[in-house]
């Protein structure tokens, strides 16, 4: 099985790409997430991941810096098992990266976020917020952070954010939640590029 700790210096990362990637990177050397991208991939819901990727952009950039210039990460793959193949109009590049430029993070913990939800420390904690919140009479922690009542909780919203942290917390490292990001995909990076063969 592939794995992206296969070299305690280097780590081999996947990452499937706009196939216009490819003019970006002989043009300038290197490939990066611009914020159009997001728009175009998720139109009328953008602004929603936006301001989470956003959210990721500032927490991530404070562990692995961010180079001048770069709007948002690049989601990887750290087993070419697991890794999403490639689709039409795309490539995935095989990349060998420093593994200090990597920030690795926890896929599924990352759906709470996507979902504003509180992320729990483990079981027990799990049952003390739900606890917790029924007590208070909320039903759930979405509303706090979007919608008609987001500004009106302000503790419980910041209870929720910060508990957003645990993404970065891996507990279990498994090829199906573990997953990278990148600041970019440079040249001198690319391993290989995988091309769409027509099959479904």
């Known amino acids: 099985m592939a794995d992206s700790k296969s070299n305690l210096n280097k780590v081999t990362l996947w990452t499937r790409q706009d196939i216009k990637s490819l003019d970006e990177i002989k043009e300038k050397g290197r490939?990066?997430?611009?914020?159009?991208?997001?728009?175009?991939?998720?139109?009328?819901?953008?602004?929603?991941y936006i301001k989470l990727y956003q959210w990721f952009?500032?927490?991530?950039?404070?562990?692995?810096?961010?180079?001048?210039?770069?709007?948002?990460?690049?989601?990887?793959?750290?087993?070419?098992?697991?890794?999403?193949?490639?689709?039409?109009?795309?490539?995935?590049?095989?990349?060998?990266?420093?593994?200090?430029?990597?920030?690795?993070?926890?896929?599924?913990?990352?759906?709470?976020?996507?979902?504003?939800?509180?992320?729990p420390k483990d079981e027990e904690d799990e049952k003390s917020y739900m606890k917790d919140m029924e007590r208070k009479g909320f039903k759930d922690s979405f509303s706090f952070i979007e919608g008609k009542y987001a500004n009106f909780h302000p503790l419980e919203k910041k209870k929720v954010m910060e508990s957003w942290m645990?993404?970065?917390?891996?507990?279990?490292?498994?090829?199906?939640?573990?997953?990278?990001?990148?600041?970019?995909?440079?040249?001198?990076m690319i391993k290989d590029i995988l091309y769409w063969n027509g099959e479904i």
């Open 31 to 48: 490939y990066r997430v611009k914020r159009k991208y997001i728009e175009q991939q998720f139109e009328d819901i953008a602004e929603y």
């Open 57 to 119: 952009v500032d927490k991530a950039g404070k562990m692995v810096p961010k180079p001048d210039g770069v709007e948002f990460p690049i989601w990887c793959s750290i087993s070419e098992e697991n890794m999403l193949k490639p689709i039409e109009g795309t490539v995935v590049y095989v990349l060998e990266v420093d593994e200090a430029e990597v920030i690795y993070f926890d896929g599924r913990k990352w759906d709470y976020v996507l979902n504003h939800l509180y992320i």
């Open 166 to 188: 645990r993404v970065f917390e891996i507990e279990d490292w498994n090829i199906f939640d573990v997953q990278a990001n990148i600041w970019e995909v440079r040249e001198d």
